[in-house]
């Protein structure tokens, strides 16, 4: 054997190492570096690095070098951007030898404090025909230039390189996703065993934002046609954000809603759509929405603002598909949740209202004959009294039977009118509206337009409350003058329409003890909706829609 | 804590409005507020009315004037105003 023979197989045995070396690296990081030093072991090359491209493929985001120490990088400063020799091979992605680089018209020049290079041997690095990156050799040993063998043999060290850094990119990217599966799986669980409604959003946003390492993320729900509510908020500035209320047509988040689709902004303060007056209170640069969906019905959204280990802030595919996997685990959560709600609050209404049913008749029917029996029994007794003075004890305690027996039927009728259950919801209603006004002086206009239609029993007794309530709230905070209501059937629905001529409210800032969250609770659960027309001055407007079962 | 009532100054006409118990006063409708400590008799009576009699709530201030008010709070609200009202002016006299 030779000895250039014996030289070629040694530097081929070194590649053949360098390409088991780099195959068993699991880290892009020791891919790269391993290959740079491989790279500079095979072609006795004093300098080597890799730049690798950006995805645009115009400049170097990333630079690995070998051979140079960390005082000259320091001194030198910046590391290399793509201009130059270097940018030659970032846009041509072909092999290139020089004798001496600063020599050659495309070069840039070197930095103060840059090692003198001149012998000079780049080859690009192709993941399936696109450049990933370059590797660069200066300075062979003893002066002399890179031959064309060397430049064979890094070709072939880049592409084993290549098959490595691809290997190496799966492999992180299974893992990712390994480990995003294991923590959906893990807040599967938990949202499984999460009922209790503002614990489960609360949740549902800490762990999102976990997952996607998000400054912020929020979860919204309807409120109303128009509105859309923070119901939960996690992340910086999260505080005070709940509660908040967007306009829903008027937002990004209710067009997301409203298109069911999931949509990803790099920068939201270019998007027309997005409503900045509150994004700005966010901060948020970018953004993430994600509608939750059930059964096709839209019950909320999910919205999460700058991914915080990205420097540009901004969501990557991955992300957007990590957030719909887990938006689809969420909505199921949180709309058992809501099932749950108001199954409880259906089942408490329904007691508290046959309670109320059973004491009414219970002091009708026995409280109040009985007091019946003493009056009668008490005019009887003043007949066969002798003497005026024991007429009149009689006559005052027949007087406190008759205030008694009256107060016993007014507390029957307050508990549970028997009108609702004798006579329906408009009879209720006019009795209801005739106390009112007797007792306040204000003017009640009722005007039904049922017919001879019943409304049956669980959506009259809701109609009657909601009247009840309102009419309590005309006297505690309209100071008006009149009230006027309105029954009527619309297609397969009921519609109360109650408007005062008061002095209104600001709707965003409702008085307490207005009684309008009941009101709304009672009206969803009969798959109902409210709306509060009202400004300060102008009067208010309760709209309630029913649907008839 | 806030009521709807009707209220009745002495003769004077009845005004539908909100009564509300602060720390130290009662404000009625129309605006005006009677202190705690100037309340010197607070009772329950029967007032006439189109409907009949009903119960009536009546502040008396140590100045003479009355106050009767009735609720449309529904059942209890009217002996609950009264018992807090007491409360309120037992803690001010002590």
Excluded: C
């Amino acid at each position: 054997m030779s000895v250039t023979g014996t030289v070629a197989d040694n530097r081929l045995r070194a590649l053949f190492e360098a390409g088991l070396a780099l195959s068993s690296e699991l880290s892009l990081d020791a891919v790269l570096r391993r290959l740079v030093e491989a790279a500079a072991e095979l072609t006795e090359a004093r300098y080597a690095a890799l730049g690798v491209v950006e995805p645009g493929g115009a400049r170097l985001e990333r630079f690995v070098a070998h051979g140079v120490g960390p005082e000259v990088e320091a001194e030198i400063g910046h590391r290399p951007e793509g201009r130059g020799i270097l940018g030659v091979l970032v846009r041509e992605a072909r092999p290139l030898r020089l004798h001496d680089l600063t020599e050659d018209p495309r070069a840039f020049g070197f930095p103060p404090g840059h090692p003198p290079m001149r012998t000079f041997l780049g080859v690009p690095v192709l993941l399936r025909g696109v450049a990933y990156g370059n590797l660069y050799l200066t300075e062979k040993a003893g002066g002399r230039d890179f031959t064309e063998e060397d430049e064979e043999l890094v070709t072939l060290l880049a592409t084993q390189a290549a098959i490595a850094i691809e290997n190496v990119r799966l492999y992180e990217a299974v893992t990712q996703w390994s480990q995003r599966l294991e923590a959906l799986n893990e807040v599967g669980n938990a949202l499984a065993t999460e009922t209790d409604l503002g614990a489960l959003l609360d949740l549902v946003a800490r762990r999102l934002r976990e997952l996607l390492d998000a400054r912020l993320v929020l979860v919204l729900l309807p409120e109303g046609r128009d509105l859309l509510r923070i119901a939960a908020a996690a992340g910086v500035d999260a505080e005070g954000l709940v509660g908040t209320k967007l306009d829903r047509h008027g937002s990004k988040s209710g067009r997301v809603l409203a298109a069911r689709r999931s949509e990803r902004v790099d920068a939201v303060l270019d998007d027309p759509e997005v409503d900045q007056v509150t994004t700005r209170r966010f901060g948020a640069r970018t953004g993430l929405w994600v509608p939750l969906l059930v059964r096709g019905r839209e019950i909320g959204v999910l919205a999460a603002h700058d991914k915080l280990s990205a420097e540009s802030r901004r969501f990557g595919d991955d992300d957007l598909r990590l957030a719909e996997t887990y938006a689809s685990r969420a909505a199921v959560a949180v709309d058992l949740s809501e099932r749950v709600a108001r199954d409880s609050l259906r089942r408490v209404v329904a007691a508290q209202e046959l309670e109320r049913r059973r004491l009414a008749r219970e002091l009708h029917d026995e409280t109040g004959q009985a007091l019946t029996s003493i009056l009668l029994g008490l005019r009887s007794l003043e007949e066969f009294v002798d003497g005026e003075e024991e007429r009149e004890a009689v006559r005052s305690i027949r007087q406190l039977a008759v205030d008694t027996l009256q107060d016993v039927r007014r507390l029957a009728v307050e508990l549970r009118p028997k009108a609702l259950d004798d006579f329906g919801l408009v009879a209720a209603v006019e009795r209801l509206t005739e106390t009112f006004r007797e007792q306040t002086g204000i003017a009640v206009d009722f005007v039904a337009g049922l017919g001879e239609e019943q409304v049956p029993g669980e959506a009259a007794t809701a109609l009657y409350r909601i009247v009840q309530e309102a009419l309590t709230n005309v006297v505690k905070h309209a100071h008006a003058r009149g009230v006027s209501i309105l029954l009527t059937r619309k297609n397969d629905r009921v519609a109360l329409v109650i408007e005062d001529d008061g002095r209104g409210f600001d709707p965003d800032r409702p008085a307490e003890g207005f009684g309008l969250q009941g009101m709304r609770e009672r009206v969803e659960l009969l798959g109902g909706t409210l709306l509060v027309e009202t400004a300060e001055g102008a009067g208010t407007t309760l709209a309630v829609e029913v649907p008839l079962p | 804590m806030t009521y709807a009532v009707v209220l009745r100054a002495d003769d004077g006409p009845d005004e539908p409005g909100r009564l509300e118990l602060e720390r130290d006063a009662v404000l009625v409708p129309g605006g005006r507020s009677v202190r705690y400590s100037d309340l010197g008799d607070v009772y329950l009576e029967r007032l006439a009315g189109a409907g009949g009699s009903r119960p009536t709530l009546v502040l008396v201030s140590r100045g003479g004037e009355r106050l009767r008010i009735s609720t449309v709070e529904g059942p209890g609200a009217l002996r609950e105003l009264a018992e807090e009202l007491v409360e309120a002016r037992g803690k001010a006299a002590a």
